[in-house]
């Protein structure tokens, strides 16, 4: 078999987007739409968001500089009350988590390589996801964040596999374009039941 492992983004693919839960609190305040990844995109990887994925800011340290950030754009939207609503709303697709079941049970690896930020006085794992998966990796414990290159070739080291032998799904389009780049088959998940379907038709295993 040419692929040997499956690598799977966590938010928007695994549990829902947190960037739909990020566009209905812009439409429900009154905040242009895509103003929160347009601070994210504009401050780079010195910004608050980075800085958090990264493992480098606690979370009261993440809301100061990034309140701070968007303040300076023109809308404060506070950084705490869209992480509460992430938290709150996010939950696992079933699709998702029965087609890693699959996966496991016909000897492919799953592994996960998830943007993350520290979870302070709760569980890292509040969903339960981590015994689906042979490998978790998080940017916040690992200090790095998708898409630099340096994350994914850490991934493969861990898995044990090169990047030819991967089939990674995420729903961020830079990110999909540094995983090609290293050789990596990518699925751009929008709709999960038709990204299972592709990833069924390249490792030959029917997933829904």
């Not at 209905?24 to 910004?47: A, Q």
């Not at 958090?52 to 303040?71: H, I, K, T, W, Y």
């Not at 493969?156 to 830079?174: K, M, S």
Request: aromatic letters at 6%.
């Amino acid at each position: 078999m040419r692929y040997q492992a499956v690598l799977f983004d966590i938010g928007g693919v695994v549990v829902d987007s947190p960037l739909h839960t990020i566009a209905r609190y812009e439409r429900e305040h009154g905040i242009p739409e895509g103003f929160l990844n347009s601070v994210v995109r504009d401050t780079g990887p010195t910004g608050a968001w980075s800085r958090m994925e990264r493992g480098e800011l606690d979370s009261a340290g993440f809301c100061a500089q990034f309140d701070s950030e968007c303040s300076a754009r023109g809308h404060l939207l506070p950084a705490a009350a869209v992480l509460e609503r992430i938290a709150i709303e996010n939950r696992p697709r079933p699709v998702m988590t029965e087609a890693l079941r699959r996966l496991r049970a016909h000897g492919l690896k799953t592994a996960a390589l998830t943007n993350n930020w520290k979870n302070e006085g709760e569980s890292s794992d509040k969903h339960g996801l981590r015994p689906l998966f042979d490998h978790f990796i998080e940017s916040s414990v690992v200090g790095l964040r998708k898409p630099d290159p340096a994350i994914y070739r850490l991934a493969f080291a861990e898995i044990g596999v090169t990047g030819e032998q991967i089939v990674f799904l995420d729903d961020i389009g830079a990110n999909l374009k540094s995983a090609r780049e290293l050789g990596m088959t990518t699925i751009k998940v929008i709709e999960p039941e038709q990204a299972l379907r592709e990833l069924g038709e390249h490792v030959g295993i029917s997933l829904l």
